[in-house]
């Protein structure tokens, strides 16, 4: 008992801690919105997390219930678009799928007695895989009925998020099932010793077999709370869910070897994360510090444990010597965290007065410090960092705070999280990089009713959730472009193949699609191969030259993505084939050496600086009222007139890059 | 010595039914040009795959692998790029990874942290720490002695082929043969008994994180050379593609047992499966689903095998 309270009482004042922190360095961190926002994120992660910590108890581990969400999301989203099912009967069906992939795992692990560590890796990928069949990586489902999405993003008398409505529910189940039934003391006892709660008459395989059950159900629970929450049923929904599930788990005190653990300390876990996350966001610092500061807070919390029990528990001990409830070291450290707590509080206020006072200053003053949140696709993207050279420069010279911001891998859930951490924030424009209009639409609408202005960029929202996009060039565009590049260096005929990113990438796919389009134009030439590369160098140029080879008759490559085009035109250059060249979409500066050697003939792209320039200059604009709306020109600042259509802002053609003119570009 | 071989049973009829059905459908397969490739390609997974075994053999798992090789490859990047030496490459490759293996090390023998939590903490710690010190830059420019060593196409993938393949036999010739190495399997099989046989267990499981440290910085170099520039985050899933190597090999991942041979068969067949299906004409949408069926069903068959033995034997019958 002791022990438990103490590394909850740790928890108490990590958490304490973060609040005092964050409510000094992040705007509205102690607010009801940014409250509710971290209960809404708190959702899926936490449905997870209650699943595996039985499972975690028994000893075991469940690798597959990230995969799980995204293989349920897309049965869901077949079964109600595709199958015509009415959506209650659809959302019956997941959770049986969601059972039935539980049972697989149930039967492996418990029935035929294989490591869990093993089956779960193994359905880590079958799930994943059928998810990216099913789906053919690309098709997602949308449009889900209002009544359904409420689910996800609705209000509880305005406040309260919807989410809690299935949380509460199932934290008050796992609660009663692990520490109020007979049931869950035998998953103690079998992660305990297995053998010996058999001996004891715990039915071992039936009692695991239901906690991998049970984890399926929340996976596929989950799977449509995640659903719901975007908008959008994809294959890649829930992907990573499972590390971040596991770290909330064992940071809440539970053992990686099974026998110890609750579910009040899962949910302290929980709140220790989501309140990282979000008071990190909130502040503006990097995103990379919270996956940062979780695994040093794992490793910290462990090894704390360590010191403070002794290295041998003995599980009754307690009952043999009993123990006052609470000890001094656990009543200090709770009054502690009251007064931390406390003085966040009051600090907080004074803070707030003083940031008031501030602002009215600086208002009186005429010029207004104007905050932009701009958010790429993904942060490690050459291509997004080199439009974030740009993005600062404009920010330097028009005199405006930025956020630069985004998820770190290409993941359109992390961005509507961010974008609900900017509106908490207060920011005073958005202008979003957008990786799934579907998904992203809804929160960008809830901006925009705020008073935030909202600029899409890169790629468009839907157009009523955001006031303009800046076009750097069409779809339609690069898609022509990139085969009339190809076409005219095989002279209109002959066989070409496509190296995408990964094979769930809309940009990408949408450009395959007007590849495809236009390929009516050109009737000798064939697509034989469409490959993915992961956005991973390496695979790209394995994938080249399967392609070569498999395939002699083709005689360029399409390469659709930023680190594949290197990668793509390396395997050439090994090869030595002078008949074979590499058209890509990459950064110019990637490409140099190559393009100078020949092996790839014309990189399409357009200045990625100019466009990171205008996703600052056109919001600051906005929120400065000296934007021309209605007017069909806008002044660019360093990059002259440009022109509006409509509610797009265009920045031009796709330039292409060959090797006459790559050398006078830089980025 | 014969029992563990035989565990591989399972991955050396899946290789040879793949192998024979690409005989027939798609000869081309077998052009000694793809073979090369294909080794080539699957090179850093041997060794990390090695490595790998040895930690699942003494009863733990690393999973920050990918991480460190990521880390690994941008020192030899950063390194060639001052123009250092050419010979200090492959020692300062394998320096840090020793070092970053040998926190791992520490933290679970001494600490005695979970592995799985040691290296998920470090996996998820290093990669993050480079997206910020990076910002996803590449490192570009490279002098022309970096590539293949600065020998020459032929004869640089020779020598990357040819060590990889000897580091392989001589560590595949310690595990048999070493007694330093079979305490690895004394200390996977019951730490317990061989703390008492006198065997220093922890200081054991701290040198194989170290070693599995040493195995992943010198692929990260021998991978790295084969291209002219290093990319910011390189050895993405590659914890899972050593991982499933090392159990599709028919080591079991409850320690004790295992062995080299196996792991070798299991890369091939991982690594053979992606360009195998490319040239049967396997949509790439259902590669990931096929790779887990095999891992699957190797498990599943391996489960099997053990429900006879116990059958046979009589034993425990949890």
Redesign the interface.
């Given at each position: 008992m002791k022990t438990k309270i103490q590394h909850e009482a740790m928890l108490g004042v990590l958490i304490a801690l973060e609040v005092a922190l964050f409510s000094f360095t992040g705007r509205n961190f102690l607010s009801i919105d940014n409250f509710s926002e971290c209960v809404r994120l708190s959702a899926e992660i936490g449905l997870l997390a209650l699943a595996l910590t039985p499972v975690l108890i028994t000893g075991g581990i469940d690798l597959s219930v990230g995969s799980m969400m995204g293989f349920c999301a897309v049965v869901f989203g077949a079964m109600w678009h595709d199958a015509h099912f009415p959506i209650g009967i659809a959302l019956l069906l997941t959770l049986v799928m969601g059972l039935l992939g539980g049972a697989l795992n149930a039967v492996m692990i418990a029935h035929l007695d294989v490591s869990p560590l093993l089956v779960t890796l193994g359905t880590y990928s079958l799930f994943r895989g059928l998810a990216d069949g099913i789906t053919g990586g690309a098709r997602s489902y949308s449009g889900l009925p209002a009544g359904f999405l409420y689910l996800g993003q609705g209000y509880l008398g305005g406040v309260v998020p919807t989410q809690t409505l299935i949380l509460v529910p199932a934290i008050a189940a796992f609660w009663l099932l692990l520490h109020h039934s007979i049931v869950g003391r035998g998953l103690y006892a079998i992660g305990h010793s297995a053998e010996g709660a058999r001996y004891a008459a715990v039915p071992v395989v039936r009692r695991l077999a239901l906690v991998y059950l049970l984890s399926g159900l929340c996976s596929a629970i989950a799977g449509i709370v995640y659903v719901a929450r975007l908008g959008q049923a994809k294959s890649d929904a829930g992907t990573g869910y499972e590390l971040i599930a596991i770290t909330t788990v064992v940071l809440g005190g539970t053992s990686i070897t099974g026998g110890a653990g609750t579910i009040p300390g899962t949910l302290m876990g929980l709140a220790a994360i989501v309140l990282l996350q979000s008071g990190l966001r909130l502040s503006a610092w990097p995103a990379e510090l919270a996956g940062i500061s979780a695994g040093a807070l794992l490793i910290l919390t462990i090894v704390l444990q360590r010191l403070v029990r002794p290295q041998t528990i003995q599980p009754y001990a307690a009952n043999a010597k009993p123990r006052p409830r609470m000890t001094v070291a656990a009543r200090l450290v709770t009054v502690a965290c009251i007064a931390v707590v406390l003085i966040a509080l009051i600090g907080n206020w004074v803070h707030r007065s003083r940031l008031v006072q501030t602002g009215a200053e600086t208002n009186a003053a005429g010029k207004r410090r104007v905050t932009i949140g701009v958010m790429p696709k993904s942060k490690g993207d050459p291509y997004f960092i080199s439009c974030r050279t740009g993005a600062e420069k404009a920010a330097a010279s028009l005199n405006v705070d930025m956020i630069w911001d985004g998820p770190t891998s290409l993941d359109a859930s992390k961005q509507n999280e961010v974008i609900e951490g900017w509106i908490t924030r207060r920011v005073d424009a958005i202008s979003a990089a957008v990786e799934n209009a579907a998904s992203i639409s809804t929160v960008l609408r809830k901006a925009r009713a705020q008073g935030i202005k909202v600029v899409a960029w890169d790629a468009d929202a839907q157009p009523d959730a955001r006031d303009y996009f800046i076009n750097q060039a069409t779809n339609q565009a690069i898609g022509y472009t990139l085969l009339d590049e190809a076409a005219r260096v095989v002279h209109e005929k002959g066989e070409f193949a496509i190296i995408t990113g990964a094979l769930t990438a809309a940009n990408q796919n949408l450009w395959i699609s007007f590849i495809k389009e236009r390929l009516t134009k050109y009737p000798n030439m064939k697509l034989v191969s469409i490959r993915p590369s992961d956005d991973d160098r390496d695979k790209a140029f394995s994938e080249a030259q399967t392609i070569s080879k498999v395939h002699p008759g083709v005689s360029v490559m399409i390469v659709i993505s930023a680190p594949a085009v290197p990668g793509a035109a390396e395997a050439v250059k090994q090869y030595g084939r002078k008949d074979l060249v590499v058209i890509g979409l990459s950064l110019p500066n990637l490409c140099k050496p190559y393009v100078h050697d020949g092996e790839i003939e014309a990189v399409v792209l357009w200045n990625t600086e100019n466009l990171g320039y205008l996703a600052v200059s056109a919001p600051a604009a906005l929120v400065r009222g000296t934007f021309p709306v209605g007017k069909p020109a806008f002044d660019g600042g360093i990059l002259g007139t440009l022109k509006i259509e409509g509610s797009e802002i265009i920045l031009g053609a796709p330039m292409i890059f060959r090797k006459d003119n790559i050398d006078a570009f830089d980025f | 010595m014969k029992l563990q071989l035989v565990r591989a049973w399972p991955a050396l009829i899946a290789l040879a039914t793949l192998y024979i059905c690409l005989a027939f459908a798609?000869p081309?397969f077998y052009?000694p040009?793809?073979l090369r490739?294909i080794a080539l390609?699957n090179v850093a997974d041997l060794l990390v795959a090695t490595g790998m075994t040895m930690v699942i053999v003494v009863g733990q798992?690393d999973i920050s692998v990918g991480a460190l090789f990521a880390v690994c490859g941008l020192i030899c990047g950063t390194l060639a790029k001052l123009e250092e030496p050419r010979l200090l490459l492959p020692l300062a490759a394998a320096a840090a990874g020793t070092v970053l293996g040998a926190m791992n090390g520490a933290?679970v023998s001494f600490?005695?942290?979970?592995s799985?939590?040691?290296t998920?903490?470090?996996?998820?710690?290093w990669?993050?720490?480079l997206?910020?010190i990076t910002?996803?830059?590449?490192i570009?420019g490279l002098p022309r002695t970096f590539q293949w060593f600065g020998l020459g196409?032929r004869s640089g993938e020779a020598l990357i082929i040819v060590s990889a393949l000897v580091l392989f036999a001589a560590l595949w010739w310690a595990s048999r043969n070493l007694s330093a190495v079979r305490a690895i399997y004394a200390t996977g099989s019951d730490a317990e008994a061989a703390r008492l046989a006198g065997i220093p267990t922890k200081l054991i499981v701290f040198w194989v994180f170290a070693v599995m440290g040493t195995l992943t910085g010198i692929a990260a170099m021998l991978?790295a050379v084969?291209?002219?520039?290093v990319?910011?985050?390189?050895g993405?899933n590659l914890e899972?593609k050593a991982?499933?190597a090392v159990?599709v090999g028919g080591t079991?991942?409850?320690g004790g047992r295992g062995d080299l041979v196996g792991t070798l068969i299991g890369v091939i067949l991982m690594g053979s499966i992606?360009?195998a299906l490319?040239?049967l004409g396997v949509?790439?949408?259902?590669?990931?689903?096929?790779?887990?069926?095999i891992?699957?069903s190797a498990?599943?068959l391996?489960?099997?095998r053990?429900?006879r033995d116990r059958r046979v034997i009589f034993a425990?019958s949890?």
């Open positions: - | 798609a081309a052009a040009d793809n490739d390609a798992i933290l600490v005695r942290v979970p799985i939590v040691v998920l903490a470090t996996m998820v710690t990669r993050e720490a997206r910020w910002n996803g830059a590449w570009e196409q991978n084969r291209f002219s520039d990319p910011a985050n390189s993405i899972l991982i499933a159990v079991p991942i409850t992606g360009p490319v040239y949509s790439p949408h259902w590669e990931k689903a096929a790779q887990g069926a891992i699957l498990v599943l391996d489960a099997i053990r429900w425990r949890l």
